[in-house]
C-alpha cells in the first residue's frame, strides 16, 4: 500500500508542479477564472473528507481493540463522508459547466484534471473501505494490517484534497 500511496504522491506532485507553472505564465486569468469557484462548496468538502479521515482512523482503533462492529460502523461512516463528497463535487461541477466554465479556460481545464483524477481516488478509497469492511464482516478473516492499509489509502486521497483545495480555492 505505501507504495501506491508513494507512487500517487508523486504523480499528483507532477499536476501540481505543471499547475503552479502554468499558473505563473497567466496569474490574472487563474485568478479570474478561480473567482467563479465556490469557496464554501470546497471548505465543506474539505471538513467532510477530514470528518471521514477521523472515522477510518477511529476505525483503526476499533479493530486493534477487537470492537469489530463499531469498527464496520466507522468505516461506513467514513464511506458515506467520501459518498457525500462526490455528490457535492458533482453538484459543484455542474453548477461550473451550465454557467460556461468548461474545460476551453486553462484553470478549468486544470480544475477538472485535477478533480476528476481526485474523484476516482475517492472510488477507488470506497472500493478500498467496502473490502475492509467485507473483511471485518468475517471472523477468520479480521486483521487490523488490512484496515490499516484501507485508512493509509484513505488519509492519502484526504490530504490530496487538502492540498488541491489549497492550489485551486484558497491561494490566490
Not at 132 to 137: G, N, Q, T, Y
Not at 147 to 163: C, K, N
Amino acid at each position: 500500500m505505501w507504495v501506491m500511496v508513494i507512487g500517487d504522491l508523486i504523480i499528483f506532485g507532477g499536476y501540481f508542479v505543471v499547475f503552479m507553472i502554468y499558473r505563473t505564465m497567466d496569474p490574472e486569468g487563474f485568478l479570474q477564472e478561480q473567482q467563479h469557484l465556490d469557496i464554501t462548496i470546497g471548505a465543506i468538502n474539505t471538513v467532510i473528507l477530514l470528518t471521514s479521515s477521523w472515522f477510518i482512523a477511529r476505525a483503526v482503533l476499533a479493530t486493534r481493540s477487537e470492537r469489530h462492529e463499531q469498527a464496520i460502523r466507522l468505516t461506513y461512516a467514513a464511506g458515506a463522508g467520501g459518498l457525500l463528497f462526490m455528490l457535492l463535487k458533482g453538484y459543484e461541477w455542474y453548477t461550473e459547466i451550465s454557467t460556461g466554465h468548461t474545460n476551453s479556460e486553462m484553470f478549468f481545464s486544470f480544475y477538472y484534471v485535477l478533480t476528476g483524477v481526485h474523484l476516482v481516488h475517492v472510488l477507488i478509497g470506497l472500493i478500498v473501505l467496502s473490502v475492509v469492511v467485507r473483511e471485518l464482516r468475517n471472523p477468520t478473516r479480521r486483521r487490523a494490517s488490512m484496515v490499516e492499509s484501507g485508512a493509509i489509502y484513505w488519509h492519502m486521497v484526504d490530504l490530496l484534497w487538502v492540498i488541491i483545495f489549497g492550489l485551486l480555492y484558497v491561494v490566490r
